[in-house]
């Protein structure tokens, strides 16, 4: 009887080892033969699967993205105050910081070697998914909910830069209460405007 693959799950072993080989050695300096090689599959079960290096960068971060925003949104209830809604965001991004930091790096390197526009192309529709999350996680208007993105994503880069010199829990402790407080103070002063 022929083995029965689940090509679905398999494409995304296959991403997850991409993402963690580029996030090391870097987008530009493996090959399609290499990561084959690596991933321990034949260089045309790989380009089955992903036609180019370009489509499994693009692949990977459509993976991440939805597989991050379902695991923040599954541990939000309707009820749940924007104090504890934003926790879980901190909280998530916390407890993935490496993996958050080699998506900075995977960005950068794809950035500095590809065509401007279809870095663009790539990353817009991954930073699109990521703000639909915390539009929905937060429950407030976009503008507000790309402060908190905003605030995240920088403090990550932070840390990646001065690991030593940024404490994550105290940073985003002060950014929670003055973003809460001020939220809080805009809704209840009837202004929603960015």
């Known amino acids: 009887m022929p083995k029965i693959i689940d090509h679905d799950e398999y494409r995304k072993h296959l991403l997850q080892k991409y993402f963690e080989l580029f996030s090391h050695k ?3 300096d493996v090959t399609m033969r290499q990561l084959a090689a690596e991933l321990g599959v034949s260089t045309g079960t ?4 992903f036609p180019s290096k370009k489509d499994l960068l693009e ?6 993205s939805r597989r991050d925003s379902s695991a923040v949104l599954d541990q939000i ?3 749940d105050s924007l104090a504890h809604r934003l926790q879980v965001f901190v909280d998530y991004v916390r407890d993935n910081e490496k993996y958050f930091q080699d998506i900075v790096l995977l960005s950068i390197d794809f950035y500095r070697f590809s065509d401007s526009q279809e870095f663009f192309t790539v990353m817009t529709e991954a930073d699109r998914y990521y703000g639909n999350t915390f539009v929905e996680g937060l429950q407030l208007e976009p503008e507000l909910a790309l402060v908190a993105n905003i605030f995240l994503n920088g403090l990550v880069y932070h840390r990646l830069v001065f690991p030593e010199t940024v404490p994550f ?4 402790h002060h950014f929670q209460e003055m973003f809460v407080s001020y939220v809080k103070a805009r809704h209840e002063g009837g202004d929603n405007s960015p």
Do not use: N, P, S, T
């Open 77 to 79: 209830q309707d009820d």
């Open 46 to 49: 790989l380009y089955h699967y």
């Open 26 to 28: 870097g987008y530009l």
């Open 169 to 172: 829990d105290e940073l985003a």
């Open 59 to 64: 692949q990977m971060f459509h993976m991440a």
